[in-house]
């Protein structure tokens, strides 16, 4: 009816994926993936091995282009970008296998980290006060303050992917993606990945893959879960945990350790 207010605009969400698929030949990697990722928001992608989940996180990156679908990062189309493009418009990231530089410092790391998010990163200059700054600060948020001049091959596997997760932050993203970051991870580390996870700042959306049940549902506002390359079952954990589907293809008859 005329006359009535204007409708209100929301904010684009973080992430939209619309119809995103990925084949290697004859294989549909991913078929076919919509979902929607608001700002701000926790989101965990759950799925037995071979769901395509880190495929999907790679079409996100652009790591991977899709062959069918469109990408849309903070309401701009990015499907084309690569992935340096996508990493300037706010997308950082962690691998499942370490990227980190066993030879030098924490410190170290974070400062090359720093460095590689801004302009001129290639040149030869000595690190700065503020890189060494921002470095110690990257440090106090991933809990390794107290190890800034350990030697990286000298970490615990938990260490290290607290590490891996501050490196990520250091390009100051607005959109954080963790490929299973509590992979490996024994139960006495796993709390602290969980502490450090809870404390990151709510206006940073948090996009993780997980294998273990136990870490994602108590971090995550929202869940995917995937088989086969598509998506299966969507919703809040409280729903995902007692859901007959995802119980009979993802959990067997129980929650996977």
Known sequence: MAGGPPPIETEPAALRLEGVGRRFGALAAVAGVSLAVA?????????????????????????????????????????RLKPHGRARRGVGRTYQNSLLFNGLSVADNLVVAVRGAKPGRFSFRLPSAADRAAARRLAETVRLSHLLGAEVASLSHGQRRQLEVGMALACD???????????????????????????LPRALTLLLIEHDMDVAL????????????????????????????????????????
């Open 173 to 199: 993203p607005r959109l954080l993606m963790l490929d299973e970051p509590a992979a490996g991870l024994s139960p006495v580390e796993r709390p602290e990945l969980m502490k450090l996870l809870r404390a």
């Open 39 to 79: 700002r701000g928001e926790r989101r965990a992608v759950l799925g037995p091995n071979g769901a395509g989940k880190t495929t999907l996180f790679n079409l996100v990156c652009g790591d991977f282009r899709p062959t069918s679908g469109r990408v849309v990062l903070f309401g701009e189309d990015v499907t």
């Open 218 to 257: 108590p971090i995550a506002d929202m869940v995917t879960v995937m088989k086969d390359g598509a998506v299966v079952v969507e919703g809040r954990p409280d729903r995902i945990e007692r859901d007959p589907v995802v119980q009979r293809i993802y959990l067997g008859h129980g929650r996977a350790h």
